[in-house]
């Protein structure tokens, strides 16, 4: 395995200041393509404050600006957001499961930072039992980005569904099996270098390791 250092850090919000500042670049990565959810993003909601919810804060290493963030609910504590909104197949709803939710980076991001967010991701999972990882598109380019890295489509025959945690706003719902999606991409040439980057590369930027308690409310930080 090689070391290989990045220009960012990925690491758990562990504090309500923390929770700001992912909600800051919620806001501004959201609300870039977005503008009528902005004001609803820089706020933290319910899901930020629950036990199975963890939030990852990137943060340039120069200038120690936050440039990036993504939230990770999984099935422990309970259904996960989406499944408000879509039946799940039974064979996923046996096993451990987690949605992406909030994944943002803010303009002009090192070009990298979304994948190695989805590297946590799926380290996270894993550490996580999480068998399956889901998240939504809202447009065909994000869904071609998800599907090269290996995402697909839960509901082929059905691509769209509106999500009542968007606003109702349509999305396309794709899934990674963080078992088998691993091993394909090993054995295939044009996705070594995925495997290599998520397996074979330790990022000692990249950290994973669960808070030990849940943030402060950043009203109390305030007070």
């Known amino acids: 395995m090689t070391t290989s250092t990045l220009s960012f850090s990925i690491r758990p919000v562990v504090n309500g200041m923390d929770l700001r500042r992912a909600c800051e670049v919620r806001a501004e990565g959201y609300g870039h393509h977005m503008p009528a959810w ?4 820089i706020e933290p909601d319910a899901l930020d404050w629950e036990e199975g919810t963890l939030i990852l804060l990137c943060e340039d290493k120069r200038t120690g600006q936050a440039i990036g963030t993504a939230r990770i609910q999984t099935s422990r504590q309970g259904p996960l957001l989406i499944e408000q909104s879509a039946s799940l197949p039974e064979s996923i709803l046996r096993l451990g499961r987690a949605e992406i939710t909030r994944l943002s980076t803010i303009a002009g991001a090192d070009p990298i930072l979304k994948f190695a967010i989805c590297k946590a991701a799926f380290l996270y999972c894993l550490s996580a039992q999480a068998r399956f990882a889901i998240i939504g598109a809202r447009n065909e380019a994000l869904v071609r980005q998800y599907k090269r890295i290996g995402f697909t489509e ?3 025959d059905e691509p769209m569904v ?3 945690h968007t606003g109702g706003m349509p999305h396309r719902v794709l ?3 963080t ?4 091993r394909e991409w090993q054995i295939n040439p044009n996705k070594q270098g995925l495997f290599d980057f998520c397996f074979e590369t330790f990022h000692p930027d990249i950290e994973i390791v669960e808070r030990m308690r849940a943030p402060q409310r950043v009203e109390a930080m305030a007070a």
């Open 38 to 41: 902005r004001q609803s993003l």
């Open 175 to 177: 899934m990674f099996d």
């Open 154 to 156: 839960m509901f082929p």
């Open 162 to 164: 509106p999500l009542a």
């Open 179 to 182: 078992m088998l999606g691993p």
